[in-house]
């Protein structure tokens, strides 16, 4: 694991490299390099990403940015991330309503760390998790819930 991470800022510091050979990024030219490397975000997913890690807000208009290392790495890691979250969901989403409910959660959590997990901790993750109080948690709630606990 922490090999392979390495292997990917390496990766990611090749790239970063590349694409800012030339002075400020651009949203298109990153939405491209994304979708190379099977990522299908829209721009405006990525205009999104690039807001919630940039604090200086350095997005201009017209698209073009300048983003420090650091900042494309996290963008980079959260495209990743949502590219698994996607796939988890339509795995474990049974009902097709593009939620997870606390019976999905549960196998799907089941399933993942090959475990039964207490209905107790089922419940709290759902009322933590379920912010806007619908019984069901959405791909965003899940997001805020993965990125809550992840290390990256
Ligand atoms: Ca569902
Ligand atoms: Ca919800």
Not at 1 to 16: R, S, T, W
Not at 67 to 76: E, P
Not at 92 to 110: P, S, V
Not at 123 to 144: F, H, I, P, W
């Amino acid at each position: 694991m922490e090999h392979n991470k390495k292997v990917l800022i390496a990766e990611l510091k090749e790239v970063y490299t590349i694409l800012t050979d030339s002075g400020l990024l651009t949203i298109k030219k990153l939405r491209d390099l994304m979708v190379e490397l099977g990522h299908p975000v829209t721009e405006i997913e990525l205009k999104e990403m690039i807001n919630a890690v940039d604090e200086n807000g350095q997005l201009q208009n017209n698209g073009q940015f300048q983003i420090d290392f650091n900042s494309f790495c996290r963008v980079m890691l959260m495209a990743e991330r949502e590219e698994q979250l996607k796939k988890f969901v339509k795995i474990f989403d049974k009902d097709k309503d593009g939620c997870l409910n606390k019976e999905e959660l549960r196998q799907a959590l089941t399933r993942t760390l090959g475990e039964e997990i207490d209905v107790a901790i089922i419940n709290e993750m759902m009322k933590e998790a379920d912010t806007d109080g619908d019984g069901r948690l959405s791909y965003d709630e899940l997001l805020r819930m993965f990125s809550k606990y992840s290390t990256i």
